[in-house]
Each structure stands twice: as structure tokens, then as C-alpha cells.
């Protein structure tokens, strides 16, 4: 009888709640937001949401020790013994990267697919009989492991004889035609800014705009990587470290990678008038060198941590190179750490305590209701949601999973607070934001508040840019109460997601 007259109870007020619902006054929902300066294009969106790209370096230089080859090397100093790219694939996924980059041909000049533009390739090596093709057996593995397949092809070329002249651009624009052509789609093109003397002593002027409109032709989904884009930059440096403030805008006209690029400082900060959306990869090695060396090691947790907090928690895409050995495999020792590194992300990231938010509140947010609730409790009753653009878009139930609700205020309101209320206090040290970026990047200055133990507000954290990805490492904190304040945005304010995390091994 007792459990009838609690389901009849919880029946009535589903009932009531489901009617209110329906006679409530019906305000219709505000228009989003308008775009704010450059936006990335959808892929742009798809390849920064990504996060996390495996670099492969491998070629000569894997067998010889050298960093930058000299173009000179025989052929059949390519010869790995046990190249498995499913192995390859295998170590990215487990590892958590969503794409590989394969350095199909480096400085030196030697193609790791069977290029009729050079006669310095693994056809005329002794590795397989000539019959091997390192970009092909990588592609078809990444297709079958569900892995997005990218490419770098070197621009300077120590081995090409038309080096230095003209035709050098057309035998470079054939080379880029045949590894687009066949190899099935490629999520980006890394072209490398180094440009030094080829053969014969002279320095190529490239053809870029050629370039980047073949690629863009031939691969239009594929983001071009280069100093200045056009579809993501380099960071500035090779440690790791995006800027602390971070935008992905971006001033490229009269400029050109490996030539009059913008400073490495403007790189890791971006320009905060930029005209163009190209946000930052962060490429860094796992180990010192970018190729593979007996005598070299993977870098520690530790430093893997502290470069995805500077990279991923920055804005900033992190590739990260994981070079495989002479014998074509990622050795254990990589693979080992990465998994360590993975297990790492997971302990700190599987455990969003904001999905525990029991209320919360803004101080704005876009609507048409003349008298606006601000405050609600997270509920599973839809008639108790606020509809679309509240900061309870954030952390509901859906917020986490659904990349497209967000937070937005009002088009004149560019100073705001959203706070995030808990049943019983949450302990963490990492507070993660996201702007949606489909509508660009807007603030530009922002702090975290907790209310302590004597019921005051303290502020934890003070930064700048927030951009796709933000996360902002804390002292450990214990508190009920959390405070986004958005100090300056540079339009209205559109915010995807919260996050608090306790990290207990970075340190
Ligand atoms: C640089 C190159 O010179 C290095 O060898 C490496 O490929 C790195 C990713 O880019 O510009």
C-alpha cells in the first residue's frame, strides 16, 4: 500500500509538473548570438575538437641518427625489419589521439611512398624489394582503426636535383597531387617551415599560393599546417608551451612560413585583431629528437602532463611525435609511458565533479522574458529547464556530451558571472572552460571564485583567454559554491562547458 501511494504521489505531481509546463506563458527563445571577428571553418571546429594528434618522424634518419638529413643517403639505409602501422594505431588509440601525421617525406628528401616525382624513394630501396609503401600500409591501417590520417611533406628537399629553381615548384606540386590523390582523405597537411640550401646550394622560393590551393582542391577538409596557416599555425616552439593568453586569430597578409613568418612570441599569443582563424598546434617531441635514437628515452608522466596542460589546457591542438624505431614499431618504452600518460588523463579527467551541480545561477543570460529567472535547480523535469543560452546548458545533463548548448548573454552584456552550487562540498584543482568557438573567440579576461569556509567569496584563479579549451590549474580547494566571473569579453559572453577536476599527480 505505502509503495502504491508514493507512485500515485510521484504520478499527481509528474502530472502537475508536466501541465505547468504546458500553461506556463510561452516566451519565445532569444536568437543566438552573432558570430564575433573570424570563425573557424567546420573543419577547423572537427580537427580542434580533436585535441590530441600522434607525429610519426621516420625515414632515413631513423636508421642514420641524424636530425636533418643530407639527402645523400643510400636508398637501402631504409630498411625497417617488423613495420607494423597497425601497431602504430594501436599504441595512438589506446593513447587517446584521434589522428597520425606521417612524415612522408622530411628535409632529406626521401619518400616513404613510391613518388614518380623523385627517384629517392622506398622503390629504389632494397626494403621489401622496392615493393613497400609506408604512407599506404598507414593509411589503410588508420582507416581500419577508426584513426584520421594526416601527412607531412617537407618543402625543402636536399636530394631533389630542380631544388632551387623553378620547376622545383611543379615537381613539389606533383609530388603533393600524387600523396592526395591516393591515399584516401587526409585530415591535415603539415608543411614544415624549415627552409634551407638544397643540392645545389640555392634556396627555393616557393609557390605557396599553388600550394595551398592544390591542397585545398584535392583535400578540402584537410586543415593546412605552416607558420602562417591558412588552417592552423605553430605554436613558436618545440617545448610544448602555448602562450598563457592565447588566440587563434592570426595576421598572415605579405607573410610567408619559413620566410618572414610572424615572431615566435606572436605565434604563441596569436594577434588579438587578427583577421584570419588560425588557431595554434602544439608540436613537441616525446623524446629529444624528432627521430628515433637507441640511445634516447621518452620524456616522464610528469612532463607529458605539464605539456597537455600548456597545449590542450592553453587553446592550443597538441601534437604530439612518437617516433617509431629501426625496426618500424613504437618501441615499449613509448608506448609504456603513453599508456601511463593515458591512464594519467583518465584518473584526473573521468570525473567531472561539475556534473554534481545541484543549482545554478548567472547574473545574464539571452532571453525574452521582460523579468528573467536567473537561479534554477538542475532537475530531470524538462518544464524546470531554462531553455537554450543559460549557463545550465553547461552541466546538465546533456551539457557535457552536447557541444552545442551554451551559455550566452545578452549581445551588450560582456561582464557576467554564472555560478555553480553543490548539495555538499567538492574538493578540486582544476577548473576547465570552453568557449564555442563556432562563434569565435571572445573573452579576453576572467577569474574563478569559491566561496570558503566563513561564507566568503575568494578568487582562485585570474587569466585571460579562454578560446576553445581552457584549463586552469588551482590549489586544491574544498567549497560549495564556484564562481565563473567573466571580467571582459569582447562581445557577448558564449560559454560550452565547465568542468572541475582533482588532479593528484601532477605537480
Ligand atoms: C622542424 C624540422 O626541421 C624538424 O626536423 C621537425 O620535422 C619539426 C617537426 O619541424 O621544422
Not at 573557424?40 to 580537427?47: H, L, M
Not at 597520425?100 to 622506398?122: E, Q, R, Y
Amino acid at each position: 500500500m505505502k509503495k502504491k501511494s508514493a507512485l500515485f504521489l510521484f504520478l499527481v505531481l509528474l502530472g502537475l509538473a508536466v501541465q505547468a509546463q504546458k500553461y506556463a506563458p510561452k516566451v519565445k527563445p532569444a536568437d543566438p548570438p552573432k558570430p564575433f571577428g573570424p570563425v573557424p571553418t567546420a573543419a577547423q571546429v572537427a580537427w580542434q575538437r580533436m585535441e590530441m594528434n600522434m607525429f610519426c618522424h621516420f625515414g632515413p634518419n631513423t636508421f642514420t641518427g641524424l636530425e636533418w638529413g643530407e639527402g645523400t643517403e643510400a636508398e637501402d639505409i631504409f630498411n625497417p625489419t617488423a613495420l607494423n602501422c597497425n601497431q602504430w594505431v594501436d599504441v595512438a588509440k589506446k593513447a587517446g589521439f584521434q589522428g597520425i601525421i606521417l612524415t612522408a617525406k622530411h628535409h632529406d628528401g626521401f619518400c616513404l611512398w613510391p613518388n614518380p616525382m623523385s627517384t629517392h624513394t622506398v622503390r629504389e630501396s632494397a626494403w621489401r624489394n622496392g615493393k613497400g609503401d609506408v604512407l599506404r600500409e598507414l593509411a589503410v591501417a588508420c582507416q581500419r582503426g577508426g584513426v584520421k590520417f594526416g601527412i607531412y611533406i617537407s618543402p625543402w628537399d636536399r636530394n631533389a636535383p630542380t631544388y632551387g629553381t623553378d620547376a622545383y615548384n611543379k615537381v613539389f606540386l606533383k609530388t603533393l597531387q600524387h600523396a592526395h590523390k591516393n591515399y584516401g582523405p587526409i585530415f591535415e597537411q603539415w608543411f614544415d617551415g624549415a627552409n634551407g640550401e638544397g643540392p645545389n646550394g640555392k634556396r627555393q622560393v616557393y609557390d605557396w599560393k599553388k600550394f595551398n590551393a592544390q591542397t585545398k582542391k584535392l583535400q578540402p577538409n584537410a586543415v593546412i599546417f605552416s607558420d602562417v596557416g591558412p588552417g592552423c599555425r605553430w605554436v613558436g616552439n618545440e617545448e610544448g608551451t602555448c602562450g598563457r593568453t592565447c588566440w587563434s586569430r592570426l595576421d598572415v597578409a605579405g607573410r610567408e612560413p619559413g620566410k618572414n613568418a610572424p615572431s615566435q612570441d606572436t605565434l604563441n599569443a596569436g594577434n588579438y585583431n587578427g583577421a584570419c582563424w588560425i588557431p595554434a598546434e602544439t608540436d613537441v617531441s616525446i623524446r629529444p629528437g624528432w627521430f628515433w635514437r637507441a640511445s634516447e628515452h621518452p620524456k616522464s608522466v610528469q612532463e607529458l602532463l605539464r605539456i597537455y596542460y600548456n597545449s590542450v589546457g592553453r587553446n592550443s591542438l597538441l601534437l604530439l611525435n612518437v617516433p617509431p624505431d629501426n625496426r618500424g614499431l613504437i618501441p615499449a618504452e613509448d608506448s609504456l609511458r603513453l599508456m601511463e600518460f593515458r591512464a594519467a588523463l583518465d584518473s584526473i579527467f573521468s570525473n567531472d565533479l561539475a556534473k554534481n551541480v545541484r543549482y545554478v545561477e548567472v547574473s545574464n543570460y539571452r532571453t525574452n522574458d521582460k523579468n528573467p529567472r536567473l537561479g534554477y535547480w538542475i532537475s530531470v523535469l524538462a518544464c524546470c529547464e531554462p531553455g537554450p543560452f543559460h549557463a545550465y546548458g553547461m552541466v546538465d545533463h546533456y551539457g557535457e556530451k552536447n557541444y552545442d548548448t551554451y551559455w550566452a548573454t545578452d549581445d551588450s552584456v560582456t561582464t557576467a558571472w554564472a555560478e555553480f552550487r553543490f548539495d555538499a562540498p567538492q574538493t578540486f584543482n582544476r577548473v576547465m572552460l570552453q568557449e564555442y568557438i563556432p562563434f569565435g573567440q571572445r573573452v579576453e579576461k576572467f577569474h574563478v571564485e569559491v566561496e570558503d569556509e566563513d561564507g566568503n567569496w575568494r578568487t582562485i584563479a585570474e587569466e585571460t583567454t579562454i578560446g576553445y579549451k581552457r584549463i586552469v590549474l588551482t590549489e586544491t580547494v574544498t567549497t560549495p559554491k564556484v564562481r565563473i566571473v567573466i571580467d571582459q569579453s569582447r562581445a557577448c559572453i558564449v560559454l560550452n562547458r565547465v568542468g572541475l577536476f582533482l588532479d593528484t599527480i601532477y605537480n
